[in-house]
């Protein structure tokens, strides 16, 4: 029998605070490093900014014999293999994760800035756990405490929800952020 992945989304009801970046960096944490078996799910029509990131990279393959290399290189010492980047409808983002092909330990999606589009509400609800970023800027912080605070309502009011917890973190703080 098929284990149930763990469903993980990253959302924000603002663009440009770092889900795309933070899931592509995570996806490759828990891939590569961790050995876990990991897939990436991009609903942000119309960016499409992580499956146009794979885009990029099967292109640097094409072009450069230092990558194809590598390439081979990971192909031939049972490195744990690139994980696949799909492209859904934010509607259809949990149900996709049970067409992907293959056993997954943890599915991340890339859901788009805007909650009140039509599907990432329902979307966001069948997620495992909510990951949303935060910068340092006014409207960010009450866009996404507002965010927060609905999801949380949601929560407390449907148990049976797969939806366990929402957490805010801080992304691209550095040390002139005091
Ligand atoms: N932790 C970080 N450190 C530095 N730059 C970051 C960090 N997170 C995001 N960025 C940059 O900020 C911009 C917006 O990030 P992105 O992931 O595309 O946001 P979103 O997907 O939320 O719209 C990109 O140029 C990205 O490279
Ligand atoms: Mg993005």
Redesign the pocket.
Known sequence: MNKRPILVA?S?Q????????????LASYFNYVKGLKVAVVDC?YP?F?LEKLRGRDLKNLEKSEYHQRLFCRQFEDGSRKAYPIVTSTPEAAAEISGKLEGDYDLIFF?LP?TVNSRGVFESVMNMDFIFT?IVKDRMVMQSSLSFVSTVQDFIGQHPEAPLKDIRLFW????SRTS
Do not use: L
Request: net charge neutral; glycine share 16%.
């Open positions: 990253f924000n603002k663009g440009g605070v770092g889900k795309s970046t933070v899931t592509a960096v942000d960016q900014s890339d800035g970023p992304n691209r703080m550095d």
